[in-house]
Structure formats: C-alpha cells, structure tokens
T-cell receptor, first 114, second 111 residues
Framework: DSGVTQTPKHLITATGQRVTLRCSPR?????VYWYQQSLDQGLQFLIQ???????AKGNILERFSAQQFPDLHSELNLSSLELGDSALYFC?????????????FGPGTRLTVL | AQKITQTQPGMFVQEKEAVTLDCTYD???????LFWYKQPSSGEMIFLIY??????QNATEGRYSLNFQKARKSANLVISASQLGDSAMYFC????????FGAGTRLFVKA
C-alpha cells in the first residue's frame, strides 16, 4: 500500500458526460501528479500540483482540468467525454516540489466511456 | 526535450537467474531522477528504485539495483534471483521538471 488513495476504483459513463476523479496524497506529501495510461498512448503525464499551485503541465486536454485543495487532496475533472478518454488514471504524490523526487502511485481509477 | 527509451518490449528469464532491463534517456536538465516501477497484471504501479542525477553510487533496493551510467545516459534495472512474482510490466521514468515514462518492458519469469 503506497498510502495514496484514489476514488472511485471504476467508473463507467457515456460520451459527452463529465466525471470527477479524486486523489488523497500520502501523509506529508505536498505534490500531486496525474497520469493517464491508455493502450495506445502508454503512461502520459497530465499535470502536477504543489501545495495548491499548478507546478507543471503535460499532455492535458483542454476538456480536462484539475485542482488541489487546501487539505492537499486533488481532483481531476474530465468533461465532454469521448470514447478515447477510456483509460486508467493514476494519481501520484511526492514530498518535494520537483519531479525528480520519488513518486508513489495510487491504485488508479479505471474509466470506461461507452 | 526529454526522452526515455526502453528497447525491449518483452523478455524471458529463468527463475532464480538475474535479468537486466534496459533504459536510456535524454534530458537537458542538470537535476533529474530516474525511476523504475513495476506494474503487475492487477494494474497498480509499484515504486521499485530511484537514482538521482548527482548520486555517485548505484542505487540498490533488495534484489533490485540500478546500473547508472551517466555519460552513456543509461539507467538499467538489474533484478537478481528472479522470482515468479516478478512477472510484470516494468517502466523506466525520467523525472525533471516533468516526468516521462518509457513504453515499458514485459518480463516473463519461467519456472
């Protein structure tokens, strides 16, 4: 158990809908990272927050947004969902601000868009 | 730009033997980290080992060691005494300003 929690574990929804994925980092970690893992794109970095502020942005679509709250949990919002958004979404956390710190992953949320 | 390459899509190893999984990288960052993760069929990402760009000694964690050759920009994972439970997907990752992952190597351990 990495100490990072993600809810829900599975999510099935329809095209055009909006969903919210939730992540709680390990105790004491200030950075939260979001990743998308799909069969054709592999594991892609989406976005990083550090202590509530956006720190780095990767291949995140405009239809997706994220935020980190004062209690350090983070949410990833996916809107106008398309079939291609079906993937495993991971949250990871680390103690420091830089991406060269070790990152510990949550169990992931498997999103299926029908 | 950052780049990370895992050239072995799949590998087989006999139980109890050692295996090396290759990883090469490219980055213009002065400070960076190299990570290895294991992803079993259940899907979770398990952190295995980390090497910082300024670390002079190769990292080791139990049966895992990282053969870090900075001049060659390689960070190969060595698993000693392979076990059946080591069968999984293994990802190398480069962490700098952003984190990028390689395509992965699927390891099969034969009894």
């Amino acid at each position: 158990d990495s100490g990072v929690t993600q809810t829900p574990k599975h999510l099935i929804t329809a095209t055009g809908q909006r969903v919210t994925l939730r992540c709680s980092p390990r105790s004491g970690d200030l950075s939260v990272y979001w990743y998308q893992q799909s069969l054709d794109q592999g594991l892609q970095f989406l976005i990083q927050y550090y202590n509530g502020e956006e720190r780095a942005k990767g291949n995140i679509l405009e239809r997706f947004s994220a935020q980190q709250f004062p209690d350090l949990h983070s949410e990833l919002n996916l809107s106008s969902l398309e079939l291609g958004d079906s993937a495993l979404y991971f949250c990871a956390s680390s103690a420091g601000t830089a991406a060269y710190n070790e990152q510990f992953f949550g169990p992931g949320t498997r999103l299926t868009v029908l | 730009a950052q780049k990370i390459t895992q050239t072995q899509p799949g590998m087989f190893v006999q139980e109890k033997e050692a295996v090396t999984l290759d990883c090469t990288y490219d980055t213009s960052d002065q400070s960076y980290g190299l990570f290895w993760y294991k992803q079993p069929s259940s899907g979770e990402m398990i952190f295995l080992i980390y090497q910082g760009s300024y670390d002079e000694q190769n990292a080791t964690e139990g049966r895992y060691s990282l053969n870090f050759q900075k001049a060659r920009k390689s960070a190969n994972l060595v698993i000693s005494a392979s076990q059946l439970g080591d069968s999984a997907m293994y990802f190398c990752a480069l962490g700098g300003f952003k984190t990028i992952f390689g395509a992965g190597t699927r390891l099969f351990v034969k009894a």
